[in-house]
């Protein structure tokens, strides 16, 4: 009778499966994807100097904040009003930026 050994298969390293990097060369600069399918884009209005119109500045120093409530120029609502100091980082400019922001939950009254 011949001995017929165990089929021994090759073991497989169980590699995962390796992702394709194509490396297209028209890549947008930062183009870090923060989300998937993320299709809604809004433009945000980043302050600037009325001087030299940069949008260049130093970090937000005295955050003033108050409960106010009532609606922006452009039909926002909007539930509190902060004043933050900054200086303009390219003619040194100093300015108080307002921001009007909604924290309105959605909760049924
Ligand atoms: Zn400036």
Redesign the pocket.
């Known amino acids: 009778m011949a001995k017929k050994p165990p089929q021994t298969q090759p073991r497989k390293p169980q590699s995962p499966p390796v992702a394709q990097t194509t490396s297209t060369p028209a890549k947008p600069p930062a183009a870090k994807s923060r989300g998937p399918n993320v299709t809604e884009v809004v433009d945000v209005k980043v302050s ?7 949008t ?1 500045r130093t970090a937000y120093t005295n955050t003033v904040e108050r409960e106010i409530s009532g609606v922006t120029s452009d039909h926002r609502p909007y539930t509190h009003i902060l004043w933050r100091s900054t200086k ?6 100093a300015r108080k930026d307002r921001c009007f922001e909604n924290r309105k939950t959605e909760r049924s009254s």
């Open positions: 600037h100097c009325r001087k030299c119109h940069s260049e303009c980082a390219a003619c040194g400019q």
